[in-house]
């Protein structure tokens, strides 16, 4: 009886530690990987909420006698006062454009000009370049059309949004 009964309480902690183990390795991994989801991206968050530059009109914002929805103006007095001065028309090569803090200015043709969030809709990375009538962003290298700011190569499947600015004289500002 001695025996059997040291036998027994031999083989039952070896079950309950291997038990722990197993428990304690499927929660580690379990804990892991919600750690890695959490720190992953946040592709969701970036779809809908974009802010192409802190102070200038919003993409979708309301009506206005702007030049649309495809993104800035081309030259004129629109209304005076507006943003600050942002770059000089000289400074945007035509074909080619300029990352500006939020926003990326494009002069896809002479004397046309563009402007974007400069955030990659991907997963929010900042576009680096822009060359040869695209606008390329270096993390997984999406490209993005410098006319209208469309998808040429993804993995990005939106859009840039477009930002407001106003080219008056050789001054490009802020809408």
């Given at each position: 009886m001695?025996?059997?009964?040291?036998?027994?309480?031999t083989?039952?902690?070896s079950?309950?530690?291997?038990?722990?183990?197993?428990?304690?390795?499927?929660?580690?991994g379990?804990?892991?990987?919600?750690?890695?989801?959490?720190?992953?991206?946040?592709?969701?968050?970036?779809?809908?909420?974009?802010?192409?530059?802190?102070?200038?009109?919003?993409?979708?914002?309301?009506?206005?006698?702007?030049?649309?929805?495809t993104?800035?103006t081309?030259?004129?007095?629109?209304?005076?006062?507006?943003?600050?001065?942002i770059?000089?028309v000289?400074?945007?090569?035509?074909?080619?454009?300029?990352?500006?803090?939020?926003?990326?200015?494009t002069?896809?043709?002479?004397?046309e000009?563009?402007?974007?969030s400069?955030?990659?809709?991907?997963q929010?990375c900042?576009?680096?370049?822009v060359?040869?009538?695209l606008?390329?962003?270096?993390?997984?290298?999406?490209?993005?059309?410098?006319?209208?700011?469309?998808?040429?190569?993804?993995?990005?499947?939106?859009?840039?949004?477009?930002?407001?600015?106003?080219?008056?004289?050789d001054?490009?500002?802020?809408?």
């Amino acid at each position: 009886m001695g025996k059997g009964s040291g036998m027994t309480g031999t083989q039952g902690p070896s079950r309950t530690t291997v038990a722990r183990r197993t428990v304690f390795t499927a929660a580690g991994g379990v804990g892991l990987a919600a750690a890695l989801t959490a720190c992953g991206g946040s592709d969701g968050a970036e779809s809908g909420t974009v802010n192409p530059a802190d102070g200038g009109a919003t993409a979708g914002s309301t009506g206005g006698a702007t030049a649309g929805s495809t993104g800035g103006t081309t030259g004129g007095t629109t209304g005076g006062g507006g943003g600050e001065v942002i770059a000089s028309v000289a400074d945007i090569p035509e074909g080619g454009g300029k990352v500006i803090g939020d926003i990326v200015v494009t002069q896809p043709a002479a004397g046309e000009f563009k402007a974007f969030s400069s955030k990659c809709t991907h997963q929010g990375c900042a576009v680096k370049s822009v060359a040869d009538g695209l606008i390329n962003c270096p993390c997984h290298n999406s490209n993005f059309d410098a006319g209208d700011g469309s998808v040429k190569s993804g993995p990005a499947t939106t859009p840039l949004p477009p930002a407001e600015i106003v080219v008056e004289g050789d001054s490009i500002r802020l809408a």
